[in-house]
């Protein structure tokens, strides 16, 4: 028996069940359960613009910004860095559900805003504006969001707080804080391409630690003396995993070439000195990556305006930055050690 949609804690909420995203068994409307799903939670502040309404808050205090947004709350938000995503994901749910109808193996979308419900009725209003198919609500009024991911067993947590981001990480959950660029890249409607850094990010930082401690050539020497050795796995493997599984779903349709999910591998290693251990580790894991690119040093924001990705995941403020003055919607990933150098100014030989 699957669990009902509205099974859940008294501070979750269900919105407005549209038929497209449910399926119905024995006369009631049920959604997939967590472990089947590729659940991924996003915080309003990321799916959509609010800017506004945040300088609200900060400047006149909490009562003044309900009464603010209860006031608008028939004027849709604008779209934000994580919306593009989010439509990406529900346009491979909708590939899915024509090959594999019964499968509760999609993704499961959660909209997390630590907003009091009041503020609920402007952000349906706005999911239905947009057409966003999003079912499951956790509004938290100010409490921290992590124990209801931990519950929804989540795959992925998007957000703007960057310190709920290291909460979410510290307790195993793959997270990111997506940053709005100046301008953003036009991406594929119909394909869902998501780009990863290496180290601090699919793999451990144990290589960048070495660079930090001994520098490029002592990494050249580790590399070469472990490039049998596996890299231990760093926070987003598992989601990469989650994509794999999908993936294989088309390619046992025989969808492998027109397959909408694309995943990349873009990292400051060079292939030659460095790059076979992040290959070797990669399959050992029984993990596909659709392009890898080794940049052996060389900007990553050129290489990302061309693959125009949803998202690109990075542990390192220099390269998120350097993708978003490109126009990517980059995300990241406060992991390892490099958090303790990370500046504009900072670079890696390992990511």
């Not at 038929?19 to 119905?24: F, H, S, V």
């Not at 309404?53 to 910004?65: A, D, I, N, R």
């Not at 907003?115 to 706005?126: D, M, Q, S």
């Not at 290693?269 to 580790?281: D, M, P, V």
């Amino acid at each position: 028996m699957l669990k009902k949609s509205f099974v859940m804690n008294k501070n979750c909420h269900s919105a407005k069940v549209t038929g497209r995203r449910a399926r119905k068994v024995e006369g009631a409307v049920f959604f997939p359960k967590p472990e089947n799903a590729v659940t991924v939670a996003v915080s309003s502040r990321v799916l959509f613009r609010t800017e506004r309404e945040q300088k609200v808050f900060e400047q006149k205090g909490v009562e003044e910004y309900l009464r603010y947004q209860i006031e608008h709350e028939n004027e849709p938000f604008a779209p934000g860095p994580a919306f593009p995503f989010v439509k990406a994901l529900e346009a491979v749910n909708a590939r899915l559900r024509e090959l594999y109808p019964q499968s509760e193996e999609l993704f499961d979308i959660v909209l997390v805003t630590y907003n009091h419900a009041h503020v609920g009725i402007r952000l349906i209003n706005t999911i239905n504006h947009h057409n966003l198919f999003i079912e499951r609500f956790c509004m938290t009024g100010g409490s921290s969001p992590i124990g209801y991911l931990k519950a929804w067993q989540t795959n992925l947590y998007l957000s703007a707080d960057a310190n709920k981001v290291r909460e979410a990480l510290t307790e195993g959950i793959a997270a990111a804080t997506m940053f709005m660029p100046e301008k953003m890249t036009e991406v594929s409607e119909s394909q869902l391409r998501v780009a990863f850094d290496g180290d601090a990010v699919l793999f451990s930082d144990e290589s960048e630690r070495i660079f930090k401690a001994h520098g490029l050539d002592k990494f050249f020497e580790h590399e070469k003396e472990n490039e049998d050795r596996l890299l231990d796995h760093g926070p987003l493997k598992g989601f990469l995993e989650a994509l794999g599984k999908l993936q294989k779903k088309f390619y046992a349709k025989g969808q492998r070439l027109d397959c909408p999910i694309r995943t990349y591998l873009v990292t400051a290693r060079s292939a030659a000195s460095s790059g076979i251990r992040a290959l070797k580790t990669l399959r050992a894991w029984g993990l596909e990556i659709d392009e890898a690119l080794f940049l052996a040093g060389a900007p990553k924001g050129p290489m990302l305006e061309k693959i125009r990705p949803h998202i690109y995941f990075d542990d390192q403020m220099f390269h998120v930055e350097g993708a978003a003055e490109m126009g990517t919607v980059a995300a990241h990933v406060p992991y390892g050690i490099a958090q303790k150098h990370n500046s504009k100014h900072n670079t890696s030989a390992g990511k």
